[in-house]
């Protein structure tokens, strides 16, 4: 998964790269436009360290993708707390291992899941899977919630 850590210094990598083109093409077309300047003596040339206004623009469209990028590279990363972690422990505890199984493979979906892929993972049978999952909505640990033709099973976190 992409961190918006490494998307920051994409955006970062991005901007700079851009910046450093935008500046080439300036000090380029500087140089054209100084090199065909008329003024019988250059130094006087009216089109000297000339920057057009696109190149302005483009800087200014610059300095808040780059803040953006710096954002999300000091942002402080949120990590799963062990409060998150005693909580999934709190919750299996006096569940038997089938029902343990089913509240440990939501929690590491991010705590939503569709139900046919809790099939897949078990090879448990669809009415297994439909009894386990009533049991765990009895107890207020995980509901259902209908999407389409399938159910997605949404981790609740507490009894």
Request: charged share 25%; proline share 3%.
């Amino acid at each position: 998964m992409i961190s918006g850590k490494n998307i920051g210094y994409v955006i970062i990598g991005l901007s700079i790269i851009i910046l450093v083109a935008l500046s080439s093409f300036t000090v380029r077309l500087n140089e054209l436009t100084h090199a065909s300047c008329d003024a019988i003596n250059p130094d006087n040339c009216p089109h000297r360290d000339y920057i057009p206004e696109q190149t302005f623009l483009g800087v200014l469209a610059l300095v808040p993708l780059f803040g953006l990028g710096l954002y999300l590279v000091l942002k402080p990363q949120v990590k799963e707390s062990s409060t998150q972690r005693i909580n999934i422990k709190k919750m299996t505890e006096g569940l038997d291992e089938e029902e343990k199984k089913i509240i440990k493979l939501v929690n590491d979906s991010n705590g939503v899941v569709f139900q046919s892929e809790l099939m897949e993972k078990t090879d448990f049978s669809k009415v297994k899977i439909t009894r386990i999952l009533d049991k765990l909505e009895a107890k207020n640990l995980l509901e259902r919630r209908r999407r389409g033709m399938s159910n997605v099973v949404i981790l609740k976190g507490g009894k």
